[in-house]
Structures are given as structure tokens and as C-alpha cells.
């Protein structure tokens, strides 16, 4: 474990802001209510056998009819900022054309009511949640027209909140977009295609170059950047075979992204194993991808393993970071969180670095880490100790960075609410806030109550 006393001296910028995110789709609810259009993710979550034991999202944690008391709960944390989405289904029904006023004034709202809690909100404009009919019309970001209704979405958005919202996320993880919804099928819209992933890849990077000139044109004021999970890809065992499995893993995971956004390029090895399937790239694609931002969003979580394994169609490695299904343990002095995702605080230290060191040093915002842990509401009191220790440590890595040159301007917890974990449904609790889903009770845990004390006090 990391000493989380060897970096407390080191003081974190003036500036250097906490706060907690959510996304729409995660804890509004309200799925059919005041115009919203159906998304991918209600289609996806009503089929059967895809989401764990049935779970759907249609009341999530009520969170629509409830910001009021979230804005509250938030307030009372100390929180300095929150990251929420906005969902384009409640802002243009179809995806395209008309827009819903009552979905704009959902946020609309939203954003005032953090505002007069002195909360600053930072928006991110797609976490997954596609409009059904831009799917079904064209594919979803499988087609390169989506990027273009994505910007004008976005012009909509910034027009109405802009004058309040200053910080903007263009889009959430557009690796696990492309990989979970479009290769693994796992996720929304279930596709199991490497082309398809490839052009949901690519296309969300052009929406994002897209979105942040659109953004700049509206608003010259607002701060854009774009989130991206990073997670750093180990060899499993010391051999060849596997170092380069290692190195090829992150690539695909890591370096697809941040080398189109920062080098204007892909991974050549990447391009040239995937070359069957790699989507068109017209001229000035790769410039406009690189369009300047003002930050990166890091989401970081945990590493992952890669083994070589000559069987595996193109991609020749095995990834994995899930040891274990459905606990949370400990086994050969690793501990593990309750998605079977190891603790290892190293992580945070290294995509940081890589960032430093590889892209430029970007300003950052760390705009998710946290962990899932079994929870368990006695007597009105949430003991996580465990999610502290994983907080502690990880922070501890922030601290460190910010210390040796990273450029980091604040920290945003995974999750403000436990909500809907996409997949693994609600089985899996992320929020600093308990929430009891048969009557929506929210509870600080005491990682609320810890997380409110290092705002307070700025050190570990
Ligand atoms: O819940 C998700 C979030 O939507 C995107 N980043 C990872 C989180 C935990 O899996």
C-alpha cells in the first residue's frame, strides 16, 4: 500500500477544487417523463438477460424529481463542484431538430440551484446515453453523420446554459463507449463488431473536435476538454510475449485516444494490426480531433493485466482487470473491490506521469475514482472504511503528481449517489451517498463524512 503520509507536507494548489459526478442515465429516472425520447440504454436495459438481475433505470435514484435535496446533500459535504451529464434524449427527443424546452429547463434548474449553493457545475454532454432514433436511423456513432447532430445538440445546450455553466466535458470515455457497446456488447447497443468499435472510435473523436469549436464559438469564456479513462496495462508475467502483450494493451486502451488528441496520429502498430477494419480518415480529421482543449478529464480506477494468446482473432493479448466476479477480497497481499478490480493506487501515479511526460503535461481533472464495496446500512450508519482506505490511497498518488509538475486543478469522487452501474445494475454501490432504492432514503456513509473533512482541511 502506498504511505499515504509520504506526500502530506506537499499543498495543493489555491485553485485546486473537490467535487463529486454522477451521470444522467445513472440516477435521474424520469424516463418518460416532460418529453424526453427513448435512449439506446432503454432500449438495451429492457432486453432480457443483459443487465444483472433484471435491473432497469427507469427510477434510478429519482434523482430528477430529487436534485433539490442532492443540492443539499452536496452543500452540506462541502462539495466545491459537481460533474453531471446531460441527457441529449431530454434536449432533442429524436436526437435531431426539435427541442424539448422542459428537458432545458431540467438543467436549467439544476445548474441554478448549484449555483446558489455555491457549487460550480461542470457539464458533461455525452455519457452513452444515444438517442434511439439517431441509432436506429443511422447507427449510433457507427456513422460519421452523428458527429455533426452531436455538435448541433451541443449548440443547443450551450446556448441556453453557457451563460452559467463554465466548465464543459464534450463526451464520457469514448474508448468504453466504442469497445463496451460496439465489440464486447456488453454495454448499449450490444454490438460484437472490431469495425464497428473502430468507427465508434473514431467518429466520437471527431464529435469532440466538433463540439469544442462549436463551444468556443458560443462561449469564449467556457473551459472544454474531454474524459477519458485511463488504465494502465501491466505484462501478466515476465515474458517477452507478454511485455508485448502489456504494451499493445495500452495502446488500444490508452494511447488510441490520447495520441489522436495530443499527436494528431494513431498508434501505428494499432492501425496496422486493425488495418482491415480501421474507418476512413478524411482529410483534416486528424486536426480537428486535435483541436486544442482547455483540459483532460482522467478517470482512473484500477490496472489491468495482458496476456499474449496467439488464438485471439487481431488483437493477440487477453485483458483483463476482474479477478473476482462478484466479492470483494483479499488474496496474495492484493486486495480487490467489489467489481473484482485490484487496489493498486500506482495506477493514479502512472497515468498521471504518462500524461506529464508523454502528452505534454495537460491541465487535469481527475473527473472520477472511487470503488464499489459491499455496503451495508446499519442503524443509520454506512462503517466504508475500505472505500476510504481506496480514496486515501489513490489521493494520496494526486497529491504526489501535483507535487513533481502535474497539472492538476481538482478531484471529482465516483460517485456522489450509488446508482445504476450500467451492466451490473444497482448490485454495485459507488456513491459517497447510500441510497435505499425501495424509498430513495439517501445516507451519508462515512467516506462522505471523510471526503467533507479533506475538503475542509486540503491534506491527508
Ligand atoms: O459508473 C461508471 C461511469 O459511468 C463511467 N466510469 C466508470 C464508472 C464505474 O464503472
Keep these: 500500500m502506498t504511505d499515504i503520509n509520504a506526500f502530506a507536507p506537499i499543498t495543493l494548489p489555491e485553485d485546486f477544487i473537490f467535487g463529486a459526478a454522477t451521470s444522467a442515465f445513472q440516477i435521474e429516472g424520469a424516463v418518460n417523463e416532460d418529453g424526453r425520447g427513448p435512449s439506446i440504454w432503454d432500449e438495451f436495459t429492457a432486453k432480457k438477460g443483459r443487465i444483472r438481475s433484471g435491473h432497469n433505470a427507469v427510477t434510478a435514484c429519482d434523482h430528477y424529481h430529487r436534485f433539490e435535496t442532492d443540492v443539499d446533500l452536496m452543500k452540506r459535504m462541502r462539495l466545491q463542484a459537481y460533474r453531471f ?73 450551450v446556448k441556453v446554459l453557457g451563460d452559467r455553466i463554465k466548465n464543459w466535458i464534450t463526451l464520457n470515455e469514448p474508448f468504453e463507449h466504442a469497445c463496451f457497446g460496439h465489440l464486447l456488447g456488453n454495454h448499449a447497443p450490444g454490438h460484437h463488431r472490431m469495425g464497428h468499435f473502430l468507427k465508434a472510435m473514431h467518429h466520437q ?35 517477452a510475449n507478454d511485455k508485448w502483450a502489456a504494451e499493445f494493451g495500452n495502446q488500444l486502451l490508452n ?27 478524411e482529410d483534416g480529421d486528424m486536426a480537428l480531433i486535435g483541436t486544442p482543449s482547455d483540459f483532460v478529464g482522467v478517470n482512473h480506477y484500477n490496472c489491468e493485466y495482458a496476456s499474449h494468446r496467439w488464438y485471439i482473432p487481431f488483437l493477440k493479448s487477453w485483458i483483463s482487470g476482474a479477478n473476482a466476479a462478484d466479492a470483494e477480497y483479499e488474496q496474495g497481499g492484493k486486495w480487490y473491490t467489489a467489481m473484482g478490480w485490484e487496489v493498486n493506487p500506482w495506477g493514479m501515479y502512472e497515468v498521471l506521469r504518462m500524461l506529464r511526460e508523454d502528452y505534454g503535461n495537460p491541465e487535469v481533472y481527475i473527473t472520477e475514482n472511487g ?51 450500467w451492466a451490473e445494475g444497482y448490485e454495485k454501490r459507488f456513491g459517497l451517498i447510500h441510497v435505499d432504492y425501495e424509498t430513495q432514503k439517501r445516507t451519508l456513509k462515512d467516506s462522505a463524512l471523510w471526503y467533507s473533512w479533506l475538503i475542509k482541511h486540503r491534506t491527508l
Excluded at 96 to 106: E, I, K, Y
Excluded at 119 to 146: C, K, V
Excluded at 214 to 229: A, C, H, Q
Design 85 to 157: 451529464s446531460v441527457a441529449w434524449p431530454r434536449i432533442m427527443p429524436t436526437g435531431t431538430g426539435s427541442v424539448n424546452m422542459a428537458g432545458l429547463d431540467f438543467y436549467s434548474r439544476l445548474t441554478d440551484s448549484l449555483l446558489e449553493a455555491g457549487i460550480e457545475p461542470f457539464a458533461t454532454l455525452f455519457h452513452w446515453d444515444m438517442p434511439l432514433s439517431i441509432y436506429q436511423n443511422n447507427g449510433g456513432f457507427i456513422s460519421r453523420d452523428t458527429c455533426d447532430y452531436f455538435a448541433d445538440y451541443v449548440e443547443v445546450v
Design 205 to 239: 473523436l471527431l464529435a469532440h473536435g466538433k463540439a469544442v469549436e462549436r463551444i468556443r464559438s458560443i462561449s469564449d469564456e467556457s473551459k472544454v476538454g474531454i474524459t477519458l479513462s485511463l488504465t494502465p496495462i501491466l505484462p501478466s508475467s515476465d515474458s
Design 255 to 281: 494511447h488510441i485516444t490520447l495520441s489522436a488528441l495530443y499527436k494528431g496520429r494513431y498508434p501505428e502498430e494499432l492501425q496496422q494490426r486493425l488495418r482491415w477494419f480501421w474507418p476512413k480518415i
Design 371 to 421: 470503488a464499489a464495496f459491499e455496503d451495508t446500512l446499519v442503524n443509520g450508519e454506512v462503517n466504508d472504511s475500505k472505500r476510504i482506505e481506496y480514496f486515501q490511497g489513490y489521493f494520496a498518488e494526486v497529491i504526489h503528481a501535483c507535487g513533481i509538475g502535474s497539472k492538476i486543478k481538482g478531484y471529482f469522487a465516483w460517485s456522489l449517489l450509488d446508482n445504476f452501474e
